[in-house]
Antibody, heavy 121, light 110 residues
Framework: EVHLVESGGGLVQPGRSLRLSCAVS????????MYWVRQAPGKGLEWVSG????????GYADSVKGRFTISRDNAKKSLSLQMDSLRAEDTALYYC??????????????WGQGTLVTVSS | QSALTQPASVSGSPGQSITISCTGT?????????VSWYQQHPGKAPKLMIY???KRPSGVSSRVSGSKSGNTASLTISGLQAEDEADYYC??????????FGGGTKLTVL
């Protein structure tokens, strides 16, 4: 069974940094693209970032480009999101998600339960 | 990266069919057959319902179907049931290694 478990969320002041992690099990991690999707309280889903199986393709939403960095460690079966220069509008539940296929940009077939990031002074 | 356009809400009675539209542009929905749909119940993580426009993952009811015409994708749920009441989101690949979601549609089963 596929499991995705996010960690690293919390309360952080504007302008500071936070690093999210996602530990996975139940599938061959190094064969699939992985993503971060967020959901602000009471709002809809927003795609944040994605990374291909070999880290050769990286993608970012305009809203986070230049501030967030996605990475993965296939040996450790781990996905990360380094979030710098955080803003109040980054406050959201951050989900880790797996691609349904072996290509980039298809769909998200497995999701974690999310980790909450709150940016406030 | 403009969000795809979905109706804010749709409703239907048990047993009826509903369709949710998802309108994008020639830069996303109109060009790529990488449209997916997600169901989200309150307090829960989203669940994949349709991918690549019209493919159903294992375990998703055959009452659910997807289609696309031009810049608009659609999700149809037939034989509405109480448990179908949820929020639904479309998503499309938008080129340059980016994806974009729709604003979401609240489905109410009357």
């Amino acid at each position: 069974e596929v499991h995705l478990v996010e960690s690293g969320g919390g309360l952080v002041q504007p302008g500071r940094s936070l690093r999210l992690s996602c530990a996975v099990s139940g599938f061959t991690f190094d064969e699939y693209a992985m993503y971060w999707v967020r959901q602000a309280p009471g709002k809809g889903l927003e795609w944040v970032s994605g990374i291909s199986w070999n880290s050769g393709t990286l993608g970012y939403a305009d809203s986070v480009k230049g501030r967030f960095t996605i990475s993965r460690d296939n040996a450790k079966k781990s996905l990360s999101l380094q979030m710098d220069s955080l803003r109040a509008e980054d406050t959201a539940l951050y989900y880790c998600a797996k691609d349904v296929s072996r290509s980039f940009g298809d769909a998200f077939d497995n999701w974690g339960q999310g980790t909450l990031v709150t940016v406030s002074s | 990266q403009s969000a795809l356009t979905q109706p804010a809400s749709v409703s239907g009675s048990p047993g009826q069919s509903i369709t949710i539209s998802c309108t994008g542009t020639s830069s996303d929905v109109g060009t790529y057959s990488l449209v997916s749909w997600y169901q989200q119940h309150p307090g829960k993580a989203p669940k994949l319902m349709i991918y690549e426009v019209n493919k159903r993952p294992s375990g998703v009811s055959s009452r659910v179907s997807g289609s696309k015409s031009g810049n608009t994708a659609s999700l149809t749920i037939s034989g509405l049931q109480a448990e179908d009441e949820a929020d639904y989101y479309c998503c499309s690949y938008a080129g340059r290694s980016t994806l974009v979601f729709g604003g979401g549609t609240k489905l109410t089963v009357l």
